[in-house]
């Protein structure tokens, strides 16, 4: 069955640090990528994806993803974490051409002032 | 702003109770879909409607009943719902275009059931 794995569940980085969320997922075929945020008692919005072309995908707020169709990975990347950025991320993955997202468990991600 | 709202926002039931729980979307979207988000839990896929059909149901049991009236409104109607379903039900919509489909999430009902 398709998965979606983030292995980090919690991380605490200082302001200015630099961000890096691991997801990886298990599907030979073309999928569609996705990172969501969650901040603190607001609804899932979407940070960046990508669907084809440069695997090196910029979003909102500073974040960017790359694909590794290789390595089965897309992930986030922050070079300087804000306090605002509290939040929990998620990794989903689409089969592409199909409407299931398959969502990663999230990472709770908390930057100290 | 979303542009996927969802009513009510917190629910307290109890097992024999019957609510639903109402999703609108004012994106001008063709499908929409149901999820529940629990603790620990990665987000899981419970129903999807395109151009007002049923397209999933992912063996969700039939206490959940899903309508969709139209493009813009979905429900979960529920009834003698176990305390093992208090989750985070989240609604989602996307114009779906075969290769491209973005979802775009509501905000959320918490409900709790005792």
């Known amino acids: 069955a398709q998965s979606v794995s983030q292995h980090n569940h919690h991380v605490i980085l200082s302001e200015a640090a630099s961000l890096e969320l691991g997801c990886n997922y298990s599907?030979?075929?073309?999928?569609?990528l996705f990172w969501y945020v969650q901040y603190p008692g607001q609804h899932l919005q979407l940070l960046l994806k990508?669907?084809?072309?440069?695997?090196l995908v910029k979003g909102i707020k500073g974040f960017e993803a790359e694909f590794i169709k290789s390595k089965f990975s897309f992930n986030l990347r922050k070079p300087s974490v804000q306090w605002s950025d509290t939040a929990e991320y998620f990794c989903?993955?689409?089969?592409?051409?199909?409407?299931?997202?398959?969502f990663g468990t999230g990472t709770r991600l908390k930057v100290l002032a | 702003e979303t542009g996927v709202t969802q009513t009510p926002r917190h629910l307290v039931m109890g097992m024999t109770n019957k609510k639903s729980l109402k999703c609108e979307q004012h994106?001008?979207?063709?499908?929409m879909y149901w999820y529940k988000q629990s603790a620990k839990k990665p987000l899981e896929l419970m129903f999807v409607?395109?151009?007002?059909?049923?397209?999933e149901n992912n063996s969700v049991p039939s206490r959940f009943s899903p309508e969709c009236p139209n493009s813009s409104h979905l429900f979960l109607h529920l009834h003698t719902l176990q305390p093992e379903d208090s989750a985070l039900y989240l609604c989602?919509?996307?114009?779906?275009?075969?290769?491209?489909?973005?979802?775009?999430f509501g905000p959320g009902t918490r409900l709790t059931v005792l």
């Open positions: 409607y395109s151009l007002e059909e049923r397209v």
């Open positions: 989903a993955v689409e089969t592409s051409g199909t409407y299931k997202y398959i």
């Open positions: 994106l001008g979207h063709n499908a």
């Open positions: 599907y030979g075929g073309t999928v569609n």
């Open positions: 990508y669907f084809s072309g440069d695997p």
């Open positions: 989602a919509s996307s114009q779906w275009r075969g290769d491209v489909n973005t979802q775009y």
